[in-house]
């Protein structure tokens, strides 16, 4: 059974989603542990899935896809088989980085980094190709207020 995240594990997960590429002595200075305390929270931590992964973040626009995205889709269809379609299109277009089934009027938002606008056509082109929808608008970012992957750790 996993432990449950106290305070210092919370600490070590806030540290650690600023910058992973401390070293185990820089971490366990900035949550007062001792080295090894450190090392084995981190590995527990690990070995529970608390750390999914370890990965750098990639400047999107140096990369060449400046432009963000948010593709909403709705479908008529809603079977086994479409769904196995869908998944397999989305999963394979390296373009669209994050895919969330919703309650309400939409079926589906696609979150996609491309060039431009042109780019953005080649994926809806790509994706209605490989699956039917009923209708698929696009939302172009304007400005990135706040894009983050960290998670809040402490409890309110």
Request: a neutral charge; one cysteine or more.
């Amino acid at each position: 059974m996993a432990e449950e995240i106290d305070a210092i594990d919370r600490r070590l997960l806030a540290e650690l989603q600023r910058d992973c590429s401390l070293s185990v002595d820089q971490l366990a200075a900035r949550v007062n542990l001792s080295r090894n305390a450190c090392w084995r929270r981190v590995r527990r931590l690990e070995a529970d899935g608390v750390i999914a992964a370890r990965v750098a973040l990639v400047d999107a626009g140096k990369l060449g896809l400046g432009q963000s995205v948010f593709i909403l889709v709705r479908t008529s269809r809603h079977d086994p088989d479409w769904l196995a379609r869908f998944r397999a299109a989305v999963l394979s277009f390296p373009e669209i980085t994050g895919v969330f089934r919703m309650s309400g009027d939409l079926d589906y938002v696609l979150r996609a980094r491309v060039a431009d606008v042109k780019g953005y056509d080649r994926l809806y082109q790509k994706l209605i190709a490989a699956v039917p929808l009923s209708d698929v608008a696009a939302s172009f970012v304007m400005e990135e207020i706040k894009d983050t992957t960290v998670l809040p750790t402490e409890i309110r």
